[in-house]
């Protein structure tokens, strides 16, 4: 990992701090990433996102991380709190970029690593991603952190006439001694027997 690269925690966003997220996310998705856009986003689109983002920011639904080196950022990712009140200690990490020109400096790790932490001192109790299928070195590296699978989609992502697995993995963050974890019991609020 590049000694160098530093992470920032925006909470509000100026002409600059837009300029570069947007840098980043067009030149991912122009190379390929599977970032959630179909055609690499125009400014318009990215500063629209930085705004709902920094707007969940503020409510404490979400943590944005930029990874800057020699001033510029380089990389991104967030987590973001799923739908309250039932799923309020659960977060989706989204949007782990590395600018093209960046990579191999360890961001992606930098970057999943400090959402975890994060995450974790927020109360979240468990982390989702979902993957592009033929992405292995994400995958690789989202399971040396200790993720692990847990569902697959097969051939579900549109890459024009393409279609890709979405991979779902998830890591366990740890929940408070008195949460009961009941899994798929046959007991509890809303449960059903079988008919057959």
């Not at 909470?11 to 122009?30: G, I, S």
């Not at 987590?79 to 039932?86: D, H, L, T």
């Not at 292995?136 to 393409?162: C, K, Q, S, T």
Request: charged content about 25%.
């Amino acid at each position: 990992m590049d000694t160098h690269v530093e992470l920032r925690w925006p909470t509000a966003a100026d002409r600059q701090l837009r300029a570069d997220v947007h840098r980043v996310l067009h030149a991912v998705a122009e190379h390929g990433g599977a970032i959630g856009y179909a055609v690499p986003p125009g400014r318009a689109e990215t500063d629209a996102w930085l705004d709902a983002v920094l707007s969940l920011v503020g409510a404490g639904d979400a943590a944005l991380v930029l990874a800057v080196l020699d001033s510029r950022v380089v990389g991104t990712g967030l987590w973001r709190r799923g739908p309250k009140p039932i799923f309020a200690h659960y977060a989706d990490l989204e949007k782990i970029t590395a600018h093209p020109a960046a990579r191999g400096r360890g961001i992606g790790r930098l970057v999943t690593g400090a959402l975890i932490d994060d995450a974790r001192k927020a109360g979240i109790e468990t982390l989702a991603l979902g993957v592009r299928g033929n992405n292995h070195g994400a995958i690789e590296l989202y399971e040396r952190l200790g993720f692990r699978e847990w569902g697959r989609l097969p051939n579900v992502i549109e890459v024009g006439d393409e279609r890709y697995d979405d991979v779902r993995m998830c890591l366990d963050l740890g929940r408070p001694p008195h949460v009961l974890l009941r899994g798929s019991a046959l007991d509890g609020p809303g449960s059903s027997p079988r008919r057959s």
